[in-house]
């Protein structure tokens, strides 16, 4: 529902950097995650001090989200296969998706036609807006289990600042830059 009441949610912190590796410039953001066997769930509390200035007016699916206020979630649910895939979700809960891929120069490339499957909820509170998602696992191929390992990234972008920051640098396409997703 995009509102982080749940227990699940608390207690996560999150440091961003920006891409030479130093402390990112942009507002807080607390990102969380959790699993089943079918499902993949996330949360993220982006910390925003000036909360009536978030720009967001797409609302187009798979269109220019990521030169708004956003969080890009980067994952590669089989770490066996060189196979990512990239989810954009502005302040209105609009996203951009596309698969990833290692072309022949061995750079990677998105496929925009792949549209993936999820449900995803945006909030707003006082100093802060939320993303809560449900992503099911099979689209994927895999399943949810203790000792699954995916690659994992993401990014929260503040454009009205000039700044981004990353989990992980350098901020990248290739799942060999991924930081992990260690399911306990």
Sequence with gaps: DGILDESIWTGSGTTLFDSDGNPAGTDPMDVSFAYDADHLYLAARCHDRAIDSVRAAVTEHDGTVSGEDCVALFFQPDPAQAVAYQVVVNALGT????????????????????????????????NFWTVEAVIPLDQFGVIGKPGSSWGLNFRRKQPRYGVAGGWQTPMDYNPATFGRLLMQ
């Design 95 to 126: 996203t951009f998706d596309q698969k990833l891929t290692p072309g022949e120069d061995g750079y990677f490339g998105g496929d925009r036609k792949w549209d993936g499957v999820y449900t995803i909820k945006t909030g707003r509170g006082k």
